[in-house]
């Protein structure tokens, strides 16, 4: 497919869909002294934090590139009779290291090469571009070279108002979020004092902080859930047997990890959320063994024969018992998609850990029972001080027994029953989500443009709605910090690698831990949501809060298909317009793109053909003259950085420059102007397709409280 495109089309970016590249942890750095400097305190930390053992992947985002810029001047060029190629083809043949082979002479074996690389940008000026008329020319007569920033910003980055940059950090698949985490926070302890006055480093996101909650909870719940089922069950069991039983839940959970480890299944949010699931029912297999035994063992038979006896009368009840179980969270092992690939754990986890208490139950329960189980523990709730138990016993078998007796009646009172219930939902319940709404940990602030907007415009927009939130009080919100990223849209950018995008913004709202937030995270949405669209009247502008779990797409959202896309469009705006008259709705909008504006620049051929070029010629002319020509690397240590030959900015970057630029070929010249016009207009600045078809995606929120 690569050889059918264009041959100046850019390579395609295949993408694999992998949850391990997903950063772990993110750092912010900003400092009250430039971003240059910034950038090398960002570069040693970078290269600490690639080094800890488990780690992907560690990245600096939000660096701006640099470049050594040649920016010719067009009447100098025309002065010499040079052109911007003169210069490139210097550039090429100059800077250049050439190995010259091996020479061997006193006993020794001597690599030879020719040094010419240039090591410092000033040496760029004296590179000789032409000699002519015993008169050398060098690239500073006819051109300014300077090592800069890149005029085209392809983002800005700000924490609380401040430049910033930030690390991210992968980890590989498989290894410990929890140890790399704090091995990551190590780092920044022992290298905060190293660093200038004035540096700050603020940790925005730490997928750890889930996990030990998670773990916590998930050890809170076993200890409560032993607790618990030794103190029922001693009512009815006795004490010696309620710890039998207790006993499958630590041992279960053991065999689970051993099994889940021997599988290479990481401990991850949904294994440890199924492990909180399953927990209840560990306890069931061992309730009914343990029971059967005791009652055997009190029908006067020893504790051995009582066992196996007991064990065997209720194997299979059990066993069909503990299948039923498992088969009801089976399917989801074949659910597709995404959220497959998340929840096909939760089936895994619950099968393995239920097995190992059906393992307890048949092997460590009978054990015990034979070697320790005595009937002098009686059941405390029967025979003295028992009565009322007794009489509850008494009206529940009169009960079960009429009912057994119409069986009519119970199949047509069950469906009934269960009828009524979906239906009672369906009136009176809370409605149905995906996942539940909780108060969200981040909230952003999405501000668009125009489409080509330059980002200087779009960072001096979302500059104001910045101040806002900065600005606002505690009994307005509770907030850890506030980052800006200008040059990047937000939604749907999951996993990375999405295009720069100048005319677009947001903001990221980083609230209080919960239990320490002093006003609730869905106020300071709602305040956002009020008062920062006036702010910037003509923009685009939408809070959203952190998407919970897997990407999974808006709440509503339409795939309009067809061939032709300006009638997709029409009919998108259409669907649109009626989405946005249901109440509950909010942030309605599609992914049609408008036309981008364009100049084109529109040839000749005739014309060209008669002085010798062809349109490659022109385009070469114009792409060199405007985007410029790579003519080669200049590096410092590890570091390398483009050399770029184009002209000069004020003739590049301006619609009558396009005056100034020459087409050569073969020591021919012509300006571009008697080969092409020039036009301005627009194009479509993207298409999407879904399944080979042209798709436009229609798609809505649902307003704070609506379910």
């Given at each position: 497919a690569k050889g059918e495109l264009p041959v100046d089309a850019e390579d395609p970016i295949t993408q694999e869909l992998n949850f391990s590249s997903i950063p772990i942890v993110n750092i912010a750095l900003y400092a009250d002294y430039d971003l240059e400097r910034l950038e090398s305190v960002a570069d040693h930390l970078e290269d600490r934090l690639a080094k800890i053992p488990g780690v992907l992947e560690a990245k600096v985002l939000g660096k701006q590139e640099k470049e050594i810029a040649i920016d010719a001047d067009p009447a100098r060029l025309e002065q010499y009779g040079l052109t911007l190629y003169d210069i490139v083809s210097a550039v090429q043949t100059q800077h250049k290291n050439i190995p010259g082979g091996t020479m061997k002479a006193s006993g020794f074996r001597f690599s030879v090469k020719v040094t010419g690389e240039l090591s410092d940008p000033e040496e760029f000026k004296d590179l000789i571009v032409r000699a002519q008329d015993g008169r050398l020319i060098r690239v500073r007569d006819v051109a300014q070279v300077a090592f800069i920033y890149t005029r085209d910003l392809q983002s800005i980055s700000r924490t609380n108002g401040k430049p910033s940059l930030t690390l991210t950090v992968a980890k590989r698949t498989g290894e410990d979020i929890v140890s790399i985490v704090d091995e990551v926070k190590k780092i920044l302890a022992e290298e905060e004092p190293t660093w200038p006055a004035g540096t700050h480093s603020l940790i925005t996101f730490d997928m750890s902080k889930s996990i030990r909650h998670m773990v916590d909870e998930l050890m809170n719940h076993?200890?409560?859930?032993?607790?618990?089922?030794?103190?029922?069950?001693?009512?009815?069991?006795?004490?010696?047997?309620?710890?039998?039983?207790?006993?499958?839940?630590?041992?279960?959970m053991a065999l689970g990890f051993i099994v889940?480890?021997?599988?290479?299944?990481?401990?991850?949010?949904?294994?440890?959320?199924?492990?909180?699931?399953?927990?209840?029912?560990?306890?069931d297999d061992g309730i009914v063994v343990v029971e059967n035994i005791y009652r055997h063992l009190h029908m006067g038979k020893g504790r051995m024969q009582a066992a196996m006896d007991g064990t065997r009368e209720v194997a299979i009840p059990v066993f069909t018992a503990t299948l039923t179980n498992i088969g009801a969270f089976l399917p989801i092992f074949w659910m597709p998609g995404i959220?497959?690939?998340?929840?096909?754990?939760?089936?895994?986890?619950?099968?393995?850990?239920?097995?190992?208490?059906?393992?307890?139950?048949?092997?460590?329960?009978?054990?015990?029972?034979?070697?320790?189980?005595?009937?002098?523990?009686?059941?405390?709730?029967?025979?003295?001080?028992?009565?009322?138990?007794?009489r509850f016993k008494d009206l529940y078998r009169r009960t079960l027994q009429r009912t057994l007796h119409h069986p009519a009646w119970l199949t047509v009172f069950s469906v009934l029953f269960v009828a009524s219930g979906i239906m009672a939902y369906g009136v009176f319940g809370p409605g149905v989500v995906f996942f539940p709404i909780t108060e969200p940990e981040v909230a952003s602030v999405e501000i668009e443009g125009p489409l080509a907007q330059d980002i200087a415009l779009t960072d001096?927009?979302?500059?104001?709605?910045?101040?806002?939130?900065?600005?606002?009080?505690?009994?307005?919100?509770?907030?850890?910090?506030?980052?800006?990223?200008?040059?990047?849209g937000k939604s749907g950018n999951h996993f990375g690698g999405g295009q720069a995008e100048s005319h677009k913004g947001y903001l990221d709202v980083v609230f209080q831990d919960y239990e320490k937030r002093e006003v609730s995270s869905n106020t300071t949405m709602?305040?956002?949501?009020?008062?920062?669209?006036p702010l910037v009247p003509g923009w685009k502008i939408r809070v959203v809060k952190q998407q919970d779990g897997p990407p999974t797409g808006k709440p509503v959202e339409f795939e309009v298909s067809g061939d032709d896309y300006q009638q997709l469009s029409w009919m998108a705006d259409s669907l649109k317009g009626l989405l946005e008259k249901i109440p509950g709705l909010t942030n309605i909008n599609h992914d049609y793109d408008p036309a981008r504006p364009e100049i084109r620049v529109d040839v000749d051929r005739e014309q060209a053909k008669r002085l010798g070029f062809s349109t490659l010629d022109v385009a070469g002319a114009v792409r060199g003259a405007i985007y410029g020509t790579e003519a080669a690397k200049y590096r410092i240590g590890k570091d390398e950085y483009k050399v770029m030959v184009r002209l000069a900015p004020e003739i590049r970057e301006n619609l009558n420059g396009f005056d100034e630029i020459l087409v050569s070929k073969e020591g021919k010249l012509a300006p571009l102007m008697s080969l092409a016009t020039i036009q301005q207009g627009a194009n479509i600045a993207?298409?999407?397709?879904?399944?080979?078809?042209?798709?436009?995606?229609?798609?809505?929120?649902?307003?704070?409280?609506?379910?």
């Open positions: 076993l200890l409560m859930g032993v607790l618990l089922v030794v103190l029922v069950l001693s009512f009815f069991l006795g004490l010696r047997n309620s710890m039998f039983i207790s006993t499958a839940i630590p041992f279960s889940l480890s021997y599988m290479g299944v990481t401990l991850n949010m949904v294994v440890l959320f199924s492990l909180v699931v399953v927990l209840g029912m560990l306890v959220m497959g690939e998340f929840m096909k754990y939760l089936p895994i986890t619950v099968s393995i850990t239920l097995a190992g208490s059906l393992f307890v139950a048949f092997v460590f329960n009978p054990v015990f029972a034979s070697l320790t189980m005595n009937t002098r523990d009686a059941h405390a709730m029967e025979g003295g001080g028992g009565d009322w138990f007794e001096s927009a979302l500059k104001l709605p910045e101040l806002a939130t900065l600005s606002m009080s505690a009994d307005v919100a509770s907030m850890k910090s506030v980052s800006a990223i200008v040059g990047s709602a305040w956002m949501a009020k008062n920062l669209p993207s298409i999407r397709h879904i399944d080979g078809r042209r798709t436009v995606q229609v798609w809505a929120e649902l307003a704070p409280g609506q379910k």
